[in-house]
């Protein structure tokens, strides 16, 4: 899905930079590791949305290693 027309930039460009080793956080990182720059700024809501929910997906409890109650100290 194209998500900045301006850049033609797709969810997934987003979510590889994102994910990369370079690992930038913010929109203008992202658009500066794809060496584009914003220019009517529509995107940016959309785009820190995907940044967000890409880092959430990387530490998701799904992927956290099991813990015992013992080990939450609870009863
Ligand atoms: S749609 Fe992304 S800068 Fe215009």
Do not use: F, H, Q
């Not at 969810?11 to 203008?28: A, W």
């Not at 785009?47 to 959430?56: C, K, P, Q």
Request: proline letters at 7%; a positive charge.
């Amino acid at each position: 899905m194209i998500v900045c027309s301006c850049n033609v930039l797709t969810d997934t460009n987003i979510k590889d930079i994102v994910n990369s080793g370079t690992c930038p956080r913010t929109p203008g990182a992202v658009y500066k590791c794809l060496g584009c720059s914003p220019s009517c700024g529509r995107c940016i809501a959309t785009l820190r949305n995907i940044i967000n929910e890409t880092l959430a997906a990387e530490t998701s409890p799904a992927e956290m290693p099991c813990r015992t109650s013992r080990e939450l100290n609870v009863a």
